[in-house]
């Protein structure tokens, strides 16, 4: 089943909750409540876990008028407005599956999704609903779309209270297709206990919970972080959290420190895609705001390179508060290692965790070592199958390595066993027979004053088999030119050796990212290469980026 879930959204929004529904008197604060902070700064909105409970039965009563029955797959695509949580908790309370689209997902038509209205993200009018017509009229053959509006009429008027559904604990929570940074996304199955107990488990200790705490993190909710750690997990804690609407510079650069100070944030968790952004405009918006509410910073996403890691200790954190860096994946759904405030250092696994680092005939490697990073036996939260698709499930995360968990990932263990990641295997590079890793390259580049976020990858090289291609953001107003080129084969050079040295270096005003952030080195690839298919793009948060860089790629070696 299909469902389509159209809210209005618009610069006013605030007011149509309010105007709509009775059940939001503005400015009542309860114990625990969620801040809601609209795209704009002065839409805002707490809610009550009491509220809370009451627009989930009702939207839950109004699913079970649609006709939607324990074991339907829902899909929902809305922006991050409270209805997105309720629309979730509603499915979860019924016994739905849901499965949440991030609302800017370009083609939807592989996901077979669909919902929407309109919502402004910064000063950017998203058609929603435009979008998910479209998408519509091309699956309907297969799938029942059912339309329900939730901030009018009827769904408003069901009852505040819904029994909840009996679930069995293997029973499918959720659907959640992965951020698709390597190829077509895969539709991740999780189930109601192992993915609650773990989400629930890990926010509390990884964060350290306690009942005073404001928690924020910044993900989209149609990312597994926010499903885990803006939905569940915090909820399930009973959590005073912050749900914002909006993006990081809009009104203004300093947007995501005036909310931290607005609502005494103690607890932040951001993507390092979000450290290097807002780094680019220096330490000025920081100062404007009282940051000194703030207790321990979480990183999520990718490796996070050494100068964002120190910005966000020294800077937002102002050297008092613990960095925690958590390596997890969609499918793994609990906190594989946490870091200590020492330099970009992924160190102990979280309880129950037992990774081990093979070689690539599959040999565990012991002590100090690199190599693929595995887990041993299963876990409560671990993903139950690829949805639709068992052979998918098996060979992606099973064969390569029989009896191990594959995450896809590089890892070093130093002399102390931390674990270091490397970046995705993929993304490893081999020239002339040296195993490079493309995060090591791109810290060392991002250690140049002059450059905000770099991405490399590899393109085939006559003599060293492969060779490096570097793509560099620079931070406002710096100049690229040919000083500059030299300047960070040199750093290059200088931090991991001369086999590192950068054949191409291409100015890139974007880098192609995917909504939840994370970089596409596989199309970044393909424009090294000059290869003009580039296959599925439906995960890319904004396309134009991929014209500008191919009008603008190295011909010849730098
Ligand atoms: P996703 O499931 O889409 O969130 O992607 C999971 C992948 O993101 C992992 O396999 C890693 O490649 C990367 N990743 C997530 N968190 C981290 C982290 N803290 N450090 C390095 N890589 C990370």
Redesign the pocket.
Known sequence: MCLICSVVCSRGQHTVLKAMNPLFPNGLILINVSFREGNSPDHHQNITYNQLLRSVCRCANALKLLGVKKGDRVAIYLPMIPELVYTMLACARIGAVHSIVVSNFTDLIELNMCSTDGVYRGDKLINLKKIASEALERCKERYVPVCCSLLSEEPLFTSNECEPEWMDSEDPLFILY????TGKPKG?LHTVTGYMLYTSLTFKYVFDYHHDDVYWCTADIG???GHSYITYGPLANGATSVLFEGVPVYPHVGRLWEIIEKYGVSKFYTA?TAIRLLMKYGREPLQRYDLSSLRVLG??????NPEAWLWYYEVVGQQRCLVI????????VKHL?L?KPNKNK?TCPFFGVQPAVLNEHGEELEGEAEGYLVFRKPWPGIMRGVYGNQERFESTYFRKFPGFYV???GCRRDKDGYYW?T??IDDMLNVSGHLLST?EVEAALTEHPSVAEAAVVSRPHAVKGECLYCFVTLKDHKEFNRTLMEELKRKVREKIGPIATPDFIQNAPGLPK?R?G?IMRRVLRQIARNEKDLGDLSTLADPKVVEVLFSQRCEAAA
């Open positions: 992965t951020s698709g940074s991740v990312w597994i972080t390092p990183t999520v996403g990718e490796p996070i860096d958590t390596f997890w994946q969609t499918e793994t290692q870091s992924v995450t896809g990932d990641i970046g995705r995060a995917t939840s994370k």
